[in-house]
């Protein structure tokens, strides 16, 4: 039987059957794939999981400088043989990898589920959001006929083509939060392009990088180096590097883009970064549905979404009617182990994590009024592991921190507001500009926000996420001001031209 597929958006599907298969894939993945010593050169160390401190994932090993360059040297050896290949080839290599994915699906989601602590229905939408990522750029690169075309002439006898072509060997650095369609994104991308890749996962996604690899099955094509900031220190640093793709925090993104801006020519750094994403709510809107889609889209993955909405912006006639609603759907969200299927909050990722939600909250304690939740959670399994309570709180000045950073946690500011435009002006008046959402019946204002609003990802009236849900070849996903470098973004039409350069080339007959 052909069992429905999970994606971000499509809440009001009967998932019984794919929790019930899940049910004998998590206990045949404990078994076989937890606690392992994976080989490989370097560094040894050991992690735990975030959702119990009991559960060891495994042994992985961290890349020194030598393996980075080891695996840089590799990854350029293949680099002749692979740009080699006619792009269809590689077209067709990628797809093959992709039914390789879609094949292993439910044993990658099992692997992010016990490494990130993502609930099953995340962790299954990201593995089919994987799939979907390498089919879609293959569809772009056949759409595009490889990027190359036929130019006007200037002379009867001349004829110019122009074509994209790849740079080299690309280090891919991937975030903790969506190990595996971040990592598919960048990865992708720059092989269809015709590059090789040294990949580097997060260090908290050693496990579920490596199966990645495993599963994609390129060969030397791809180079696994774990490891966390040194040794992504080091590939960025490497010089037989021709660019990097990066996911991650704006201050190690930004610390790349600069990095790679000063050597003796530039190279291409696609980077994409975090966000602060602003939800306009009107007197228009319907509440229901709003209170729905915010507490979603903030709570959703522990609020470690860089789509994540972390200020709400209530018109003033209607913030209590909307915080009522928020507040009563969101104590409906279930925190507990991501191996149950009630679960919609797993931990979040780490103490440090842990110690940046209790900060926020004492601060929100002192300068504003907590309405929902505020604490970490005790007893039993939130004793083996950093949970914390879906948060919201209100009263905070607009100017105050809270309001500006990027808290990568499950809290929610809640602000209100006369006049829209004020509100536009103030969720935009933040380093990030990534996604923003509205809640308005009121074609007006909905048009209004699409043209005011500073971000690269749009969302009105969804249920499903205020902010959050972006889906391969339907949303394309580009950070503005501090979320990117480029302002093109993955999951769209402009991303896989990043990782190539144009050359003309005219021939007199
Ligand atoms: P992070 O910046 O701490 O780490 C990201 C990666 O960079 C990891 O692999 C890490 O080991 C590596 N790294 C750390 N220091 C480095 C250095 N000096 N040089 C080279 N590599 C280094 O981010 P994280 O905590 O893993 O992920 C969360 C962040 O990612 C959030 O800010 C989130 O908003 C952002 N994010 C953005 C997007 C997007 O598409 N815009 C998507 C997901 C996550």
């Known amino acids: 039987?052909?069992?429905?597929?999970?994606?971000?958006?499509n809440i009001g599907t009967d998932f019984t059957a794919v929790h019930d298969r899940l049910d004998r894939e998590l206990a045949a993945f404990r078994q076989r794939l937890l606690g392992r010593d994976w080989p490989g050169e370097g560094e040894a160390y050991e992690f735990a999981s975030p959702i119990d401190r009991r559960i060891a994932i495994g042994t992985f090993r961290a890349a020194r400088a030598e393996e980075v360059g080891a695996a840089v040297e590799r990854a350029r050896r293949a680099f002749d043989d692979w740009r080699g290949l006619s792009w269809q080839e590689r077209v067709k290599r990628l797809r093959a990898a992709a039914d390789r994915l879609e094949a292993r699906k439910w044993e990658l989601a099992a692997a992010s589920l016990y490494e990130v602590g993502k609930s099953?229905?995340?962790?299954?939408?990201?593995?089919?959001?994987?799939?979907?990522?390498?089919?879609?750029?293959?569809d772009e690169m056949e759409a595009m006929d490889g990027y190359a075309r036929p130019m006007r002439r200037a002379f009867e006898r001349e004829e110019t083509r122009d074509v994209l072509l790849p740079l080299g060997v690309f280090g891919v650095i991937a975030p903790f939060n969506f190990p595996l369609a971040l990592s598919v994104n960048m990865t992708a991308a720059a092989l269809l392009a015709g590059n090789t890749v040294v990949y580097k996962p997060s260090p908290q996604c050693a496990l579920t990088g490596t199966l990645l690899v495993e599963t994609l099955g390129l060969g030397e094509?791809?180079?696994?180096?774990?490891?966390?900031?040194?040794?992504?220190?080091?590939?960025?640093?490497?010089?037989?590097?021709?660019?990097i793709a990066f996911t991650g925090s704006y201050d190690v993104?930004?610390?790349?883009?600069?990095?790679?801006?000063?050597?003796?020519?530039?190279?291409?750094?696609?980077?994409?970064?975090?966000?602060?994403?602003?939800?306009?709510?009107?007197?228009?809107?319907?509440?229901?549905?709003?209170?729905?889609?915010?507490?979603?889209?903030?709570?959703?993955?522990q609020g470690q979404k860089c789509s994540a909405c972390s200020v709400a912006y209530v018109e003033e006639s209607v913030a209590d009617a909307l915080l009522d609603k928020l507040v009563q759907f969101s104590k409906g969200l279930a925190v507990g182990h991501p191996q149950e299927r009630q679960t919609y909050m797993g931990p979040v990722i780490d103490e440090r994590a842990a110690a940046r939600f209790e900060k926020a909250a004492a601060e929100a304690r002192r300068d504003g009024r907590i309405v929902l939740g505020g604490e970490r959670l005790k007893g039993g399994l939130f004793d083996e592991g950093a949970y914390?309570?879906?948060?919201?709180?209100?009263?905070?000045?607009?100017?105050?921190?809270?309001?500006?950073?990027?808290?990568?946690?499950?809290?929610?500011?809640?602000?209100?507001?006369?006049d829209l435009g004020e509100a536009i002006k103030r969720g935009n008046d933040v380093v990030y500009g990534l996604t923003a959402g509205i809640y308005t019946r009121d074609e007006k204002e909905l048009q209004f926000f699409l043209d005011r609003a500073e971000a690269g990802v749009l969302y009105a009236n969804r249920a499903s996420g205020a902010t959050t849900g972006a889906w391969p070849g339907i949303q394309s996903f580009c950070g503005w001001k501090g979320s990117g470098v480029t302002n093109k973004g993955g999951l769209g039409p402009y991303y896989l031209p990043q990782f190539m350069r144009e050359q003309s080339r005219t021939i007199f007959r």
Not at 1 to 9: C, D, I
Not at 221 to 243: E, F, K, S
């Open 1 to 9: 039987m052909e069992l429905p597929r999970v994606t971000y958006s």
């Open 120 to 138: 099953r229905i995340e962790a299954m939408g990201e593995a089919e959001e994987a799939v979907d990522l390498i089919r879609y750029y293959c």
């Open 221 to 243: 094509a791809v180079q696994l180096v774990c490891g966390g900031a040194d040794t992504g220190a080091a590939l960025v640093a490497h010089p037989g590097i021709a660019g």
């Open 253 to 301: 993104g930004m610390g790349i883009w600069r990095r790679l801006a000063s050597g003796a020519h530039a190279k291409p750094v696609v980077v994409e970064m975090g966000g602060k994403n602003p939800t306009y709510i009107t007197a228009k809107a319907d509440l229901d549905v709003a209170a729905q889609g915010l507490a979603r889209s903030a709570f959703g993955l």
């Open 388 to 418: 914390v309570a879906p948060t919201v709180v209100a009263g905070l000045s607009p100017a105050h921190r809270l309001n500006k950073e990027e808290l990568f946690l499950p809290f929610l500011s809640v602000q209100t507001f006369r």
